[in-house]
């Protein structure tokens, strides 16, 4: 598939030689220190917090990173590598709230949800990616993360993406990790979780315990990659030339840091990249402008080798309605003709701060999509189809020919969702709306195949490891 161009190759490699420039001339305030030895060691200007990279750095390290990623399954059919498998269908994740599934009413999630979710998302085609959707809010204080994972554990065999705080929370992760596992050897072999930060936070500044967190699973040889979310008028330009140039930058730093640890560790560009709405500074992750910077994104990580990818496909509608729709659906299609690899989409509403399990399967549907776009129009001489043009020939029907027959479950997406009944048909079945059929669709999954996915001798000592975890249970949405 060739992919559409926003920039042109002479302003990609102007954005490029923009980034050498800030990293250069501006640096980046660097807060964590064994990061700053790190970089002062391979050759690059560290003064107090502020860390400079000359060109010849730059080039060196970023020459060094792996051309693929692979996001690994607890079941290996589940395994995902891209650039060849994408693009890889990523939920959107860490929503502070949920629409509730029986009154409709937004509230705080709970890990009840998070079981819920990962059920639902273990059974959708359209997801590859499990990340986990909702915070959790009835967690203990000790346990903020492993309360997330445990149920996503349980019910999904997909990989699965985490985020941990600091090293504490990232030991307890990895102890329930190797729980599953069978140990840490087993684990080692078949890493099912894939690790994800923000470690630079715009503008051009690293943190603390993101970077810690970065530097340890790079160290380590288990998946990790980090996500650059510049936001243009606020903290980046504003101007998306600007925002591309300063959001490059932060890219290749995270990068070089990563190389450093361990030549060779696959990364993926991930952004959030966005344009604030200045009339009230609010978080425009479902404009059209979000999706343009992910094309524009898309090619500069074709211009370094790296898997592309991010969040985009977002919305900053409160409902799962028609602005719902047409921005997740126009800047999702816009990363797919960008060639994005990955993609963060599914289930968020309102500017990712709230899950809705109809909008899910919504994006289920629309995922399923964006991967038949993908997949692209086959041009070998048989599906050109030459012969039975011929064969059935002026005034004929093709509809009960071998050639449409073996096609008609595999040329086209056949949507469950998406309505293409007569009106006098959709009428009869009860005139639904789009929002009530993915309703109805979830609850349906939510009876079938919903055993855990874990067995009880390792429930057991995942639960005699942490004591007071949450119950981790599925509950039917009634």
Not at 6 to 16: A, C, M, P, S
Not at 59 to 81: C, I, L, N, Q, W
Request: proline share 5%; aromatic share 8%; hydrophobic share 40%.
């Amino acid at each position: 598939m060739s992919f559409a161009a926003l920039l042109t190759q002479e302003q990609v490699e102007r954005i490029h030689d923009a980034a050498l420039e800030i990293l250069e001339d501006v640096g980046l305030k660097v807060r964590y220190g064994p990061a700053r030895e790190l970089f002062k060691k391979h050759g690059c200007s560290v003064e107090e917090e502020r860390v400079r990279f000359s060109r010849a750095v730059v080039e060196k390290y970023r020459k060094m990173v792996s051309p693929s990623f692979t996001f690994h399954a607890r079941d290996p059919k589940f395994d995902k590598t891209i650039p060849q498998d994408s693009p890889v269908i990523v939920t959107a994740s860490s929503a502070p709230d949920i629409i509730d599934p029986v009154t409709g009413v937004e509230r705080r999630a709970e890990s009840k949800d998070i079981a819920r979710i990962a059920h639902l998302i273990n059974e959708l085609p359209g997801y590859d990616v499990f990340s986990i959707s909702t915070l959790a809010d009835d967690a203990p204080a000790d346990q903020f993360t492993v309360s997330r994972l445990y149920p996503s554990i349980k019910y999904c065999l997909k990989p699965i993406r985490v985020t941990t705080t600091d090293m504490k929370d990232t030991r307890s992760v990895m102890e329930m990790a190797y729980i599953v596992a069978g140990g840490k050897d087993a684990y080692m072999e078949r890493p099912f979780l894939t690790h994800h930060y923000c470690p630079v936070v715009s503008p051009l500044t690293m943190d603390n315990l993101s970077t810690e967190n970065v530097m340890y699973f790079a160290e380590q040889g288990l998946p990790v990659y980090p996500t650059i979310v510049p936001n243009a008028g606020l903290t980046s330009p504003m101007s998306m030339a600007g925002t591309l140039a300063q959001g490059n930058a932060e890219f290749l730093s995270a990068l070089i840091l990563m190389q450093m640890v361990k030549e060779g560790t696959p990364t993926i560009y991930a952004t959030l990249g966005t344009v604030a709405d200045m009339r009230s500074g609010a978080y425009t992750s479902g404009a059209i402008e979000c999706g343009m910077l992910h094309m524009a994104f898309a090619q500069m990580a074709r211009f370094y080798n790296v898997p592309a990818g991010g969040y985009v496909g977002l919305t900053n509608s409160k409902l799962n309605d028609m602005q719902a729709g047409y921005e997740t659906g126009m800047s999702g299609i816009a990363g797919v003709l960008g060639g994005m690899d990955m993609f963060n989409i599914g289930g968020l509403i309102d500017a990712l701060k709230t899950f809705d399990f109809a909008k899910a399967v919504a994006d289920d549907e629309m995922a399923q999509m964006m991967k038949r776009m993908k997949r692209g129009i086959s041009f070998n001489e048989d599906d050109l189809g030459l012969g039975i043009i011929k064969q059935v020939g002026p005034g004929g029907s093709f509809i009960t020919a071998k050639h449409t027959t073996s096609r008609m479950k595999t040329e086209a997406v056949m949507t469950k969702i998406a309505d293409r009944d007569a009106r006098s048909i959709w009428e009869k079945k009860g005139a639904t709306d789009t929002h009530a059929k993915a309703m109805k669709k979830a609850r349906e999954v939510m009876t079938s195949n919903t055993s855990p996915l874990i067995a009880p001798e390792v429930d057991a000592k995942i639960r005699e490891a942490f004591p007071g975890l949450v119950a981790g249970v599925l509950e039917p949405i009634e």
